[in-house]
């Protein structure tokens, strides 16, 4: 949703109305419904066969689209945007296709979609190739869960869709439907393996697609990082972390351990992981990273990747990195990002490698590293599923050591920087919005003041690309949701002056350990700008739906095909956050936790404070490659590092900081989990449980 700077109010606002307004009008909406065709495998085509999931030979194909043959378009097996050579590929291939006909374009890829069912390389291709077209730039995409099921479905949700459809699921998808349900419509880890009790926020459709779409709007080689890249790629993930330790805290687990070089890399990983889909394999636990000298996709080997980790440590310990020519770069927090990610923004990737992606090649390649077995990669392969893995989270928590141990190397922020004199924080609180229908869904009346609450609910997905005709077929995936809530303040501009206030909105566990160690637990609820009249006082009120973290609202296949969009759905770009996860699960007794909002000068934070801010831009930035981060501040401000007293003491607590800071506050909130409002969810969970003799 959209998200506002006071003066947005006026002309900008307008002006992006008036921008929104164009893209959706009938012209719009017609392209938007040709574009779908893109997006659809033939049955009519030639080159179809009988039976689905055949592959075609494209050179061997006489039918072959024109596109096609001049640009010598063929699959690449195991796709991956980890790997360089696959996305320079794609990268080339977009660019030239951007600028051919959009009848071509589009009927190149309904060919290739046709012979190449299922390839995550079609469907990056396409999508880059539509962002960059200059007449669908502003076009709406179908979600990829609908175009491409078998990468976020587990298969067992797969084949009781096209059972229920009239399919023979054993004959399309080639598995054995007489243990389909055992086998695959149960959580993906085994009863005794702890990490199961999150696999439903891991599998949430909104968090996968954030993810896939996070890179597709911020790509690997060729392209030159865009603004801030590699802060906002240690932001991002860092964020992730902290709502998974969030929900991990929440089901009794501790938070996430680091695994990685010097953490443990030499030793087997503990956690095995097995998706159940047909998309990627599994893994076993307690398995070695074998010390094989290359890798087949990472080409490198475990030593080599710490060789470079201690490279990157040393750097960040002396406060520089040394480019091509051995002039000392300074270590910034944007430099370190796109050094790790080794993106065309490294400082020096022939010295400090590819951590992050091999990393991520060599973990979901680790049962059959050289490929003598032909074994397909596991989920941490693909964007699409990395986040399934437990080990993605592992990953990443020893990649963002690397971070903190920079952030640990800067300057304290002080209480006096935070502070924006003349202005006052009086009171927050969290209020629930009066909705009805949530009302029969619980046996206790809601305490509507400082309290969220969150449901388990399963849905109906339409999904296409399955069988042998363009019909959906119907996929039930259950997903965690919250009652929608608001925030209220009452806030002081005691200045004569006009001031346009930021508001940087957190929620945090409660915790008695001390803020410095709890630091990176701090999630980024909302931000968003107000401006206040000299000597005026106000009571702000902001929903749920307008946070800056969230994504647009989603255009359905189905919406985009009637023509059912309006202004309210995103363009193409589908990064964000999901809301349905944007409060963390909670307990049933009721999670302690604190909101905390920091209010500072947009005036001096803005990089253009007139700019209208919309979609999840704390996370993802604004549309467009050549667009500048929003926010000035470190990414995550005031978290971003240590902060310290006016005794320069590390700062006990956020009491203490409270105190200190008048311009920001806090409150105390309990999220309660209601429990599933499905009784479908509940009798399906019953009939898997194994029947006593």
């Not at 009086?426 to 029969?440: A, G, I, S, T, W």
């Amino acid at each position: 949703m959209a998200t506002t700077t006071a003066e947005s109010k006026g002309s900008n606002k307008d002006d992006s109305f008036k921008h929104y307004s164009a893209m959706q009008s009938q012209a719009s909406k017609e392209l938007n419904k040709q574009i779908l065709r893109a997006f659809l495998h033939d049955p009519k085509h030639k080159s179809f066969k009988g039976h689905f999931g055949e592959r075609v030979s494209v050179k061997k194909d006489e039918n072959a689209s024109e596109l096609v043959k001049e640009f010598e378009i063929d699959d690449i097996p195991f796709f991956s945007v980890f790997q360089e050579k696959h996305v320079e590929e794609a990268h080339e291939i977009a660019m030239q296709m951007s600028r051919r006909p959009i009848e071509q374009v589009v009927d190149a890829f309904s060919y290739l979609r046709t012979c190449y069912p299922g390839s995550p390389y079609i469907e990056h291709l396409s999508r880059v190739t539509f962002m960059e077209h200059p007449k669908t730039r502003d076009c709406l995409l179908p979600p990829p869960e609908q175009t491409m099921p078998y990468a976020y479905f587990r298969e067992g949700r797969m084949m009781w869709g096209l059972t229920k459809k009239g399919e023979d699921a054993m004959v399309v998808m080639g598995t054995n439907k007489k243990h389909h349900r055992k086998m695959n419509i149960l959580p993906t880890n085994a009863k005794f393996d702890k990490e199961r009790r999150l696999a439903w926020w891991r599998e949430d459709l909104g968090l996968l697609n954030h993810y896939y779409n996070w890179h597709l709007s911020y790509p690997y080689p060729p392209n030159p990082p865009r603004d801030r890249q590699g802060e906002l790629f240690a932001y991002m993930h860092e964020q992730m972390l902290a709502r998974y330790d969030f929900e991990r805290l929440s089901r009794g687990l501790s938070r996430v351990q680091a695994y990685g070089p010097g953490y443990g890399w030499d030793k087997p990983l503990r956690e095995g992981f097995n998706p159940k889909m047909k998309f990627c394999s599994s893994r076993p636990a307690n398995m070695n990273l074998t010390s094989a000298d290359n890798y087949i996709f990472a080409k490198t080997s475990p030593d080599e990747l710490e060789k470079f980790k201690d490279r990157i440590q040393f750097a960040i310990a002396r406060g520089f990195l040394y480019d091509k020519n051995e002039v000392k770069v300074k270590m910034t927090m944007n430099n370190l990002g796109n050094t790790i990610l080794a993106n065309e923004g490294s400082v020096n990737r022939t010295l400090y490698g590819n951590i992050h992606n091999h990393g991520h090649l060599m973990i979901a390649n680790a049962t059959d590293p050289c490929g003598m077995y032909n074994i397909r990669p596991g989920p941490m392969h693909w964007d699409q599923s990395a986040p399934r893995d437990p080990v993605f989270y592992r990953w990443h928590k020893f990649i963002d050591n690397l971070f903190e141990e920079h952030r640990k190397n800067l300057k304290p922020h002080t209480v006096n920087e935070l502070e924006f004199p003349g202005v006052e924080i009086e009171h927050l609180n969290v209020k629930l919005e009066p909705q009805d229908y949530h009302k029969k869904k619980v046996d206790k009346p809601l305490d509507p003041k400082n309290n969220f609450y969150t449901y388990r609910e399963t849905k109906k997905y339409h999904v296409y690309n399955t069988n042998n005709d363009q019909e959906p077929i119907k996929v039930k995936n259950a997903s965690m949701d919250h009652i929608p809530y608001s925030f209220n303040m009452k806030v002081k501009n005691k200045n004569r002056g006009d001031a346009m206030i930021c508001f940087r909105v957190f929620l945090v566990p409660q915790t008695d350990e001390p803020l410095d160690d709890w630091r990176t637990m701090f999630i980024e609820l909302d931000k968003f700008v107000e401006n206040f009249k000299g000597n005026e006082t106000r009571e702000i009120e902001r929903s749920d739906k307008d946070s800056s973290v969230i994504a647009s609202r989603r255009a359905k296949f189905e919406d985009i095909r009637d023509g059912k969009t309006d202004r309210s759905y995103q363009n193409n770009c589908g990064c964000g956050w999901p809301l349905n996860l944007l409060i963390p699960r909670g307990s049933k007794q009721g999670m302690r936790g604190t909101i905390f909002v920091l209010a500072s000068d947009w005036m001096q934070d803005g990089e253009n404070p007139q700019e209208y801010l919309y979609g999840s831009w704390s996370y993802c930035g604004q549309k467009g490659s050549k667009s500048k981060y929003p926010d000035m501040r470190p990414m995550g401000y005031p978290f971003d590092k240590p902060i310290v007293d006016k005794r320069s003491k590390p700062m006990r607590d956020l009491d203490t900081l409270v105190d200190f800071v008048p311009n920001s506050c806090m409150t105390e909130v309990r999220i309660n989990y209601l429990g599933s409002w499905d009784d479908e969810e509940r009798k399906e969970k019953r009939e898997d449980q194994p029947k006593k003799n």
